[in-house]
């Protein structure tokens, strides 16, 4: 790969990074390790990694008596897959498991089209979305508003609000949703005394970060069929984390003003540029579903490997 050139999805060398910062007698570190091609080639690596790293750090702490802030992570990131956010709540140690439950309130649930969160909104929770797809977006002056990205169950609204103070974007449902309610409390405990939680909850925001940064990029540099398949791809992806996603009958809410509202276009443009793909042969949308049928050839128009 050239300097100039564009790097797809997922394509990265392996890496270890070690990251340590002293303060006082206290030592924080971090493991990051992408993964590489070969998943054997990488669980080597970072059970090695591991134990050479736990090897030197054992020995820091028993020559300098430095206190370990946080027990060491080694966090496997799937590349730039591995903007994909994941379940925070997933398979928590009991004593997390307990905060999380402590700090739940209730359950919530809206119809399709309903306002979750407003721009400008404090002392909100946070949101966890059991069931069903809404969407973030900032309104616009004269009326427009741009979809920032769109959030699916297992995800969290309201990290950024519990974080800042208050909320810069709105939340809407895109379907009907199902989501469970905890006190914003949860983020500043986690960090606190839960170092392993607080880092769920960084990773969250970095992945939502990243999704915006790429969908950016594509809006910046790609067409209307680039921008459109790069959208295809990327839901169809996130899904496919959650569980088997027939690529020929794929969920797909979203309507033509969203994907317009998304995308930077109009909805005649999404209109003309939906046509293309189904004359060419690469993918249809038909009543919120979504079939690739080349996927190759979709990756491809996407930037992505296939």
């Known amino acids: 790969m050239t300097a100039t050139s564009h790097r797809p999805v997922g394509a990265i060398s392996p890496l270890l990074c070690f990251v340590a910062a002293g303060r006082q007698d206290t030592i924080t570190a971090l493991i990051v390790t992408p993964e590489p091609m070969k998943r054997n080639f990488h669980q080597a690596m970072a059970d090695h990694a591991m ?3 736990g090897l030197v750090l054992a020995v820091f702490q028993l020559l300098c008596g430095a206190e370990l802030d946080f027990l060491l992570i080694c966090a496997v990131a799937r590349a730039r897959t591995d903007r994909y956010t994941q379940d925070v709540f997933r398979s928590l140690p009991d004593r997390e498991d307990a905060l999380v439950e402590e700090l739940t309130r209730r359950s919530v649930s809206l119809p399709a089209n309903r306002l979750l969160a407003s721009e ?44 800042l103070g208050v909320m810069e974007h709105s939340v809407r449902s895109l379907t009907p949703l199902r989501a469970t309610v905890l006190d914003a409390r949860l983020v500043g405990d986690a960090f606190r005394s839960e170092p392993a939680l607080a880092l769920r909850f960084a990773r969250h925001i970095a992945a939502e970060g990243s999704r915006v940064d790429e969908m950016l990029t594509v809006i910046g540099c790609g067409d209307a069929l680039e921008r459109l398949a790069f959208l295809m791809v990327a839901l169809y992806r996130r899904q496919a984390r959650l569980g088997p996603v027939d690529p020929l009958d794929c969920p797909f809410p979203l309507r033509r003003q969203h994907m317009a509202d998304a995308l930077g276009l109009t909805g005649a443009h999404i209109n003309r540029t939906l046509n293309r793909l189904r004359d060419d042969g690469v993918a249809t949308i038909d009543n919120q ?3 690739i049928r080349d996927f190759p050839r979709l990756a491809a128009l996407a930037g992505t490997p296939a």
């Open 120 to 163: 400008g909104e404090v002392g909100l929770g946070l949101f966890r979305i059991a069931r069903g797809w809404a969407y973030r977006y900032r309104s616009c002056t004269n009326g427009n508003r741009q979809i920032l990205d769109f959030i699916m169950p297992g995800e969290i609204v309201g990290l950024q609000a519990a974080l």
């Open 51 to 53: 134990t050479v790293l």
């Open 289 to 291: 579903r979504l079939a």
